[in-house]
């Protein structure tokens, strides 16, 4: 818990303006906000928190001067970059409602939330974007009159476009301190803060309402179950569109006063960890199978005789994890062993990470595949996994070093009930969980039943002692044409446990059988590859006769885990990695299960007619 900060108010009756003007008096000199501005451990511009809210405020009257008027959406499409996080704070201040797009966003995606919205205003990052989001100027079932553009070429030529940097240096001169705080005072816990557009696994992104209490209470109770350092550090590189990024990245740090590092490129999140050591740090659970298939690559090149240091290591880490799960004080021999190991094999191996300084590494968004968990624990890094929704503004509940169980999501947080219904979907109450979807008229749709629950669409169920264990999505669960349920993220996690395996989709809704296509890990598949003497790219190593015996090796080890309704029948492997870009994964790194199956739609049918 944060202990050094004062509250302005009661959690439930405070908005985020109300916290970044605590943070400016308590806290101004302290560092609130840095991007990279060049090469090496100096290339960071940093702003405090003194300085964050006067830029905020120059900003908010910059875009009051462009016509942007109280309680309109206007829409962000940006990467992580320091225009786009004061650019929300200057709206919120504005008592206008920031939201930002998927940059990964195709053209009928941003038509429908641009209609859906009735935004007049967007603000887009430069030529890329601007490309998907002229032709709506012109469109008459859309709203939109003018285009913000933070990297302005001559590719915009002259109409209704204007650079950023002309409205900030508008903003600076019409800044009116009154004006400012008359503006911000207005607005009510009540009031809407954001609404963020679902990724669209399946149909038309939707719209959920959140509310400045729905997020600063949920902050409240997060804060309460973790406890890290003053002012910490946070690396911030997932899309502002993800209801996790907004809280980890923006409210939490605001409401913590903490101290936000932009990683403008996700693919360079490995090498700035490397570079700060930070205290914490958050990954969905592809994010944390790609980090430990890095690391697993390196350690499979040290020498035997280190390897097996670090292996032997790991088994003393995990007994170490096993006890503090079961809630028991470690031997002292146990004790004295992991403090050993850790000083003298696990920290160092960390250190080359960035990973030395940890004090709590979660993760959420989707079930993390077990043996991701332990390959984790097995270096000294106990992954809190958490679970929650957009509609519940992030985290309903959460693993915390004091209270956990590994392959769980943990308890409900403060505030938040959970409860199972029949047939085994997990339900939802509390002050956290959001106000509904935004209907193309403005209004709201309650997202609860008469008596505040809301039905998640997990499935999932609570054990003795109230941690939630997450089965799968309810519209994503496989019913086999013999009437058998099975959950394709248990399968498909299974398949994943081998080292070769970056990525499987299963498949089998309506079938007697099921199949999946495989995908090689682009990481360790090369490395295996160059220990058994095997060159090629990753689709040639997907043809080579000894990885794919090693594969079907690796199936029949899933299938041995499995029963007989989740057992793979047959499979395809690939030499092509998933990715947000190609369209297979959400800019939040989960299946796009239709577009996967309509991809490989040939493949899939041609498994049935053998």
């Known amino acids: 818990m944060t202990t050094i900060l004062r509250m302005p108010g009661e959690p439930g009756e405070l908005t985020l303006p ?23 451990p100096g290339g960071w511009h940093t702003l405090s928190w003194a300085e964050v809210r006067h830029r905020v405020a120059e900003l908010a009257a910059g875009y009051r001067a462009l016509g942007v008027r109280r309680g309109e959406i206007v829409l962000l ?28 966003a195709a053209p009928v995606q941003i038509a429908h939330i641009v209609r859906h919205s009735r935004a007049r205003f967007a603000v887009l990052e430069g030529a890329r974007e601007f490309g998907r989001w002229q032709p709506l100027l012109d469109d008459a079932s859309a709203r939109l009159e003018k285009l913000v553009l933070v990297e302005r070429d001559e590719a915009s030529g002259s109409g209704p476009y204007e650079s950023y940097a002309s409205l900030a240096a508008r903003g600076a001169e019409l800044y009116d301190p009154e004006e400012f705080e008359a503006a911000w005072r207005r607005a009510d816990a ?17 719209g959920v309402v959140v509310s400045h209490r729905n997020v600063l209470l949920n902050a409240t109770a997060l804060d309460a179950a973790v406890e890290l350092p003053d002012h910490v550090e946070h690396l911030c590189y997932l899309p502002f569109a993800h209801i996790a990024e907004r809280m980890l990245g923006l409210y939490l740090p605001v409401f913590r006063a903490s101290h936000v590092y932009l990683c403008a490129d996700p693919a360079t999140v490995a090498a700035t960890a490397r570079e700060l050591h930070p205290a914490q740090f958050f990954g969905v659970p592809r ?14 090149r040290l020498p035997e005789e280190r390897r097996a240091a670090v292996e032997a290591a790991g088994r003393t880490a995990r007994a170490h994890a096993a006890c503090q799960e079961r809630g028991e004080r470690p031997s002292e021999a146990l004790a004295a062993t992991y403090a050993q190991v850790k000083a003298e094999v696990l920290d160092p191996l960390l250190a080359s990470a960035g990973f030395d300084r940890l004090v709590w ?17 097995g270096l000294g890094i106990v992954i809190m996994d958490a679970w929650g929704l957009t509609e519940t503004a992030g985290v309903s509940t959460a693993n915390s070093p004091g209270a956990f169980r590994l392959g769980s999501v943990g308890r409900p947080i403060d505030g938040v009930e959970v409860r199972t219904a029949e047939d085994g979907e997990i339900e939802v109450r509390g002050r956290t969980v959001c106000d509904g979807y935004l209907r ?46 099975v959950s394709p993220a248990l399968v498909e996690n299974t398949l ?5 395996i970056g990525q499987a989709l299963a498949y089998g809704d309506g079938h007697s059988y099921l199949v999946a296509l495989l995908v090689l890990d682009t990481e360790l598949a090369p490395a295996w590859a160059a220990r058994h003497g095997i060159e090629g790219t990753l ?42 870009e190609t369209g297979e994964l959400t800019p939040s790194l989960k299946l796009r299960r239709r577009v996967i199956h309509e991809k490989y739609r040939q493949i899939l049918q041609g498994f049935y007619a053998m």
């Open 361 to 377: 590494t979660a993760s959420a968004s989707a079930p993390m595949p077990p043996d991701v968990v332990r390959f984790w624990a």
């Open 287 to 300: 994010v944390w199978e790609k980090l430990a298939a890095a690391v697993r690559a390196a350690l499979a």
């Open 190 to 206: 009540a009031d809407t803060l954001t609404v963020v557009y679902t990724s669209g696994t399946t149909g038309d992104p939707k």
């Open 539 to 580: 689709e040639e190593l997907a043809g080579h006769p000894a990885v794919r015996e090693e594969v079907e090796r690796a199936v029949a080890a899933a299938n041995a885990r499995l029963n007989r309704t989740e057992q793979v029948k047959r499979y395809f492997l690939l030499g092509e990695e998933w990715c947000p």
């Open 496 to 500: 994943k446990e081998h080292p070769l």
């Open 18 to 40: 109300a916290l970044l003007l605590r943070n400016a008096e308590d806290h101004g000199p302290l560092p609130a906000l840095s991007w990279r501005t060049g090469d090496g």
């Open 440 to 485: 193309a008229d403005g209004s709201v749709e309650p997202a609860t039943d008469g008596d505040g629950w809301f039905a998640t669409g997990d499935i999932g169920r609570l054990d003795e002692d109230g941690f939630l264990w997450l089965t799968d999505r309810k519209k994503e669960m496989i019913v086999t044409s013999t009437g058998k349920n």
């Open 77 to 104: 499409m940006m990467g992580n970059r320091p225009e786009h996080w004061l650019s929300d704070l200057a709206l919120v201040h504005l008592g206008a409602i920031p939201v930002t797009v998927y940059g990964t």
